[in-house]
């Protein structure tokens, strides 16, 4: 009985024409997949994470303290991450109702505040600073007022700005010092909130400001002494009208130049109105000329 020949092994050939295959595969099919996949599962992550709306009283009880799983490891940016979204759920936009409900934390946002100080806490009391800003709440002035004294500058600037948004009086003094401040942004900002709450008083300091080796500090010396009556910084808002600088930095400037009315600033708003190349600035302009009256139209050379 003759033997069947047995079936014949691959040749190192064939086997290495296999391993190429499955490399091939690999390659241009199963890595790109798997990578599509990650990224698909990473943007709906993303767009999930977007869309949840923070639970105050939660955020609250996380920003104090964090006791999940893995508090050891990521406790910190747990806390941050709830100052974060306290600070959005106080920027507005929400119902009445609801926001006197977040309103009502207030005081143990800025006992927080004032915990983060003491603790440190550096990004958190950043946080927590945009969140009682964003409050405008009298409750907040006094935390705000004592953050203006932080070493931190941006914490300074929160600070400033915040009590810009609540407007209370008794900041004033607070933000006249601020105005001497040793960063420029917490300068800017603290002018800028004495021309927003009116200061009349603070005419001198808002004078020598125009003096400020940062322009953003002059600009902002103008526009708060244009609020306030005083036509001290007339000239700073006249050469902002050449429209080489932001769209923004020009709107003030024309809105300052507007509360002025000054005769020498009606030819320079006239040509702007006739010439601007942005519709806005234009229209800006020609409401300025408008608001300066017949009396003034006829004065004006």
């Not at 199963?30 to 599962?41: G, H, N, T």
């Not at 209370?168 to 002018?191: N, Y």
Request: aromatic residues 6%; proline residues 5%.
């Amino acid at each position: 009985m003759t033997p069947q020949n047995p079936s014949p092994s691959p040749t190192a050939q064939e086997t290495t024409e296999d391993k190429s295959d499955l490399k091939v595969v690999l390659q241009f099919f199963v890595v790109p997949l798997s990578l599509v996949v990650v990224l698909v599962s990473v943007f709906f992550g993303l767009q999930l994470l977007r869309g949840r709306r923070p639970d105050p009283e939660s955020a609250l009880l996380a920003l104090r303290r964090y006791d999940g799983f893995l508090a050891r490891f990521v406790g910190d940016v747990k806390r941050w991450q709830s100052g974060y979204d306290l600070s959005l759920l106080l920027r507005g936009g929400q119902g009445e109702e609801e926001a006197r409900e977040l309103r009502r934390l207030v005081p143990d946002l800025s006992a927080a505040f004032r915990e983060a100080g003491t603790q440190d806490d550096l990004k958190l009391r950043r946080y927590l600073a945009l969140a009682l800003g964003h409050a405008a709440d009298i409750q907040a002035a006094d935390a705000l007022r004592s953050g203006l004294k932080d070493a931190d500058p941006q914490t300074r600037l929160f600070c400033a700005w915040g009590l810009m948004r609540i407007g209370d009086r008794s900041a004033v003094p607070d933000l006249r010092a601020a105005a001497a401040d040793p960063d420029a942004g917490v300068r800017k900002m603290a002018i800028f909130a004495l021309g927003q709450v009116g200061d009349r008083e603070a005419g001198v300091i808002l004078r020598n400001a125009l003096l400020d080796g940062e322009s953003d500090v002059r600009w902002n010396a103008a526009l708060a002494l244009a609020r306030i009556g005083d036509p001290a910084g007339a000239q700073v808002l006249l050469a902002l009208l050449d429209g080489s600088r932001e769209k923004d930095v020009t709107l003030n400037a024309i809105r300052g130049l507007a509360l002025l009315r000054l005769p020498e600033a009606h030819g320079p708003l006239d040509r702007l109105a006739a010439s601007a190349s942005d519709p806005e600035v234009k229209e800006a302009a020609r409401l300025a000329i408008e608001a300066y009256g017949a009396e003034a139209l006829n004065s004006a050379p």
